[in-house]
T-cell receptor, first 117, second 117 residues
Framework: AQSVTQPDIHITVSEGASLELRCNYSYGATPYLFWYVQSPGQGLQLLLKYFSGDTLVQGIKGFEAEFKRSQSSFNLRKPSVHWSDAAEYFCAVGDDAGGTSYGKLTFGQGTILTVHP | GAVVSQHPSRVICKSGTSVKIECRSLDFQATTMFWYRQFPKQSLMLMATSNEGSKATYEQGVEKDKFLINHASLTLSTLTVTSAHPEDSSFYIC?????????????FGPGTRLTVT
């Protein structure tokens, strides 16, 4: 069964500092990987996704992530954090929607990002 | 594009009553919709996969008779929590997948906060 681990429950950074949120996955085949962001009491917004091709993917709001197959990782990065980035971030792996799986997502536990001024 | 709405955003009901939550894809047709449950400070847990015109597929441990899912059209899926109890209080989030084939990203609704008193 597929699984996702986000080792850091809570990260605090200063505004303007760089950010890296870790994500490790377990999946039997080529994974479909996603990062979502959730503000309190809100749904999820897709930041970026990896399906295939270039292992460094660019997303919205200045985020990027790098797929490293050898490390089973898909870490999220941002060179300079803004106060508005404070939120909870979820990494997810999706089923290849062949057959009847329809692309189910398995989420990590989430990482809460706090940004200090 | 790719907007998913949920209604209501918040609902408070008494123990023993039933509550219906609607999930609509506003600008695309969704052959598949997913229902998630999120407890405070926890990740999203998939409850069931809803396919238009067929029975929902429930995840292990989710009571089919308690959480009734109907996907009557390509733009609407409903989740009915029957005979609700305080332990059913949670944040329910739906997502929609535009089509079959490939792990396409899911578009998430804003969530529904259910409180059972």
């Amino acid at each position: 069964a597929q699984s996702v681990t986000q080792p850091d429950i809570h990260i605090t950074v200063s505004e303007g500092a760089s950010l890296e949120l870790r994500c490790n996955y377990s999946y039997g085949a080529t994974p479909y990987l996603f990062w979502y962001v959730q503000s309190p009491g809100q749904g999820l917004q897709l930041l970026l996704k990896y399906f295939s091709g270039d292992t460094l993917v660019q997303g919205i709001k200045g985020f990027e992530a790098e797929f490293k197959r050898s490390q089973s990782s898909f870490n999220l990065r941002k060179p300079s954090v803004h106060w508005s980035d404070a939120a909870e971030y979820f990494c997810a792996v999706g089923d290849d929607a062949g057959g009847t799986s329809y692309g189910k997502l398995t989420f990590g536990q989430g990482t809460i990002l706090t940004v200090h001024p | 594009g790719a907007v998913v709405s949920q209604h209501p955003s918040r609902v408070i009901c008494k123990s023993g009553t039933s509550v219906k939550i609607e999930c609509r894809s506003l600008d695309f047709q969704a052959t598949t919709m997913f229902w998630y449950r999120q407890f405070p400070k926890q990740s999203l847990m998939l409850m069931a996969t809803s396919n238009e015109g067929s029975k929902a597929t429930y995840e292990q441990g989710v009571e089919k008779d308690k959480f009734l899912i109907n996907h009557a059209s390509l733009t609407l899926s409903t989740l009915t929590v029957t005979s609700a109890h305080p332990e059913d209080s949670s944040f329910y989030i739906c997502s929609a997948n535009p089509g079959l084939g490939g792990a396409r990203e899911q578009y998430f609704g804003p969530g529904t906060r259910l409180t059972v008193t």
